[in-house]
């Protein structure tokens, strides 16, 4: 019978028709987004043994409540940070698995939400009604703060409280006015290998650009080296991390030297600053390059270098910042690459570069797995089809000048060695930003 017709945008419109049902594909492929940070991070309160998301968009209105802190305290500086450039940042609590703070108020028994030393911040009173004697107010208090209130009947006791942001409420037949009582016993789970290798397994299945690890412990950051290096290669998931003092030679790895001196004047070390990095690293678009790019809200750095030392750095693969005139800007953004070799060369050290073959390898991966996967008869025609969002991702990349002088026959496509096999060449060239500039200047 007649497979039927259909248009697309593709060069080759072969047998009309004989395809139509492979069509919705050509005319919507659209490059992947970015933006989406990941970190390990010590926390005093929030979710624990879990990876959670937070939003650009919401952080200063969520952060009380997922964090225990507003939005500008020291406590939360990493997430603060990661932020002030990434879209979206996952977090998995490395220190998950403290001890809940409890008091008992008025003959019943008020447990913290989550673990940490947050949860000391917290206080409940049960205070008679203003309106109704029989009525009494549960108010719950974070550092003096009223966060909730309920209004209850004595008699009914804890039966009608529902637990809140803070706290959850034991059962109690009555309940008695009682003045504000602290919560008491809040501690911070312990941080070790088991804990951020937990992490990592929770990452491991999330979607992300860029995983940063904020410290400075060597067997950590060569387990997160690691981890990134598998997915790299084992996997197929072209993710990047960032490290603190890790010659992690890889195109996948940050290497970061130093830190910067923030306008309230906290200095955020080397190691901190790779929340930022990480931030930024993933905000930035395939067709952008951090070099040169000003670190937000940062007035200096924090361990200054010669002109020499910051030649050595770049040679040694080192992600640096540099003071400029009341300004902390980024030296050149590159990885850790510094041995060449299997066709890499001094190009592959950009992390711009770098950030178009991982956007295209993970642009291609998910149309196949999305469109293609067996749904697509192995055939010229589905072969054509597939070439034909391949030609259309790269002039998207074109377009934004992420590749230059692309044409169609840069692609080439087969069927592989079985029959379930699809053989595709594709050659790009990446666009870089411009850094060095050598000019002659003739005097007459």
Not at 123 to 139: F, H, R, W
Not at 203 to 226: M, Q, R, W
Not at 270 to 284: L, R
Not at 307 to 312: D, G, H, I, L, P
Request: charged residues 20%; aromatic residues 8%; without cysteine.
């Amino acid at each position: 019978m007649p497979i039927g017709g259909g248009t697309f945008t593709t060069q080759n419109k072969i047998l009309p028709g004989a395809y139509i049902n492979f069509v919705s594909l050509g005319s919507v492929v659209k490059m992947g987004t970015r933006g989406i940070a990941a970190l390990p991070l010590e926390l005093n309160w929030g979710p624990e043994n879990k990876v959670f998301s937070i939003y650009a968009e919401d952080f200063n209105k969520t952060a009380l409540t997922v964090f225990g802190y507003d939005p500008t305290a020291a406590d939360i500086l990493l997430v603060r940070e990661a932020l002030k450039r990434a879209r979206t940042l996952l977090i998995y609590r490395v220190n998950s698995g403290g001890t809940k703070a409890t008091a008992t108020v008025g003959g019943m028994t008020v447990t913290a939400a989550y673990g940490g030393t947050r949860g000391n911040a917290i206080s409940v009173a049960i205070l008679t009604n203003a309106d109704d004697a029989t009525n009494v107010d549960v108010v719950t208090y974070l550092d003096g703060m009223v966060m909730d209130t309920q209004t209850v009947a004595k008699t009914s006791g804890s039966a009608n409280l529902k637990a809140n942001d803070f706290v959850t409420f034991g059962s109690a037949a009555s309940l008695e006015a009682a003045v504000a009582t602290t919560l008491t016993g809040g501690t911070n789970g312990t941080v070790n290998g088991a804990a951020h290798t937990a992490a990592l397994n929770g990452f491991e299945v999330e979607s992300f650009n860029v995983i940063g690890y904020p410290g400075d412990d060597d067997t950590t950051k060569a387990l997160y080296a690691t981890f990134v290096k598998r997915l790299r290669d084992d996997e197929g998931k072209k993710i990047v991390g960032v490290l603190y003092d890790y010659k992690g030679n890889n195109i996948g790895l940050i290497n970061v030297k130093n830190g910067v001196v923030l306008t309230d004047g906290t200095t955020v070390t080397g190691d901190k600053a790779v929340a930022w990095v990480a931030g930024a690293s993933a905000g930035a678009e395939i067709n952008e390059s951090l070099t040169n790019t000003a670190y937000d809200d940062a007035v200096d750095v924090d361990i200054k270098y010669t002109k020499s030392q910051f030649e050595a750095a770049i040679q040694a693969g080192e992600f640096v910042f540099y003071a400029d005139y009341g300004t902390a800007r980024v030296l050149t953004d590159i990885n850790s690459l510094t041995d060449f070799g299997g066709g890499m060369t001094e190009d592959w050290t950009s992390n711009r570069v770098i950030r178009v073959l991982d956007g295209w390898a993970n642009d291609v991966a998910r149309i196949f797995g999305d469109s293609y996967i067996g749904k697509v008869t192995n055939s010229d025609t589905g072969r054509q089809l597939f070439k034909a969002d391949l030609v259309s991702l790269a002039l998207q990349y074109q377009d934004i000048d992420a590749i230059s002088d692309f044409v169609s026959e840069d692609i080439t496509i087969a069927q592989g060695v079985g029959k379930r096999d699809v053989a595709v060449d594709s050659a790009l060239k990446p666009n870089d930003s411009m850094e060095k500039l050598y000019m002659t200047v003739v005097v007459n």
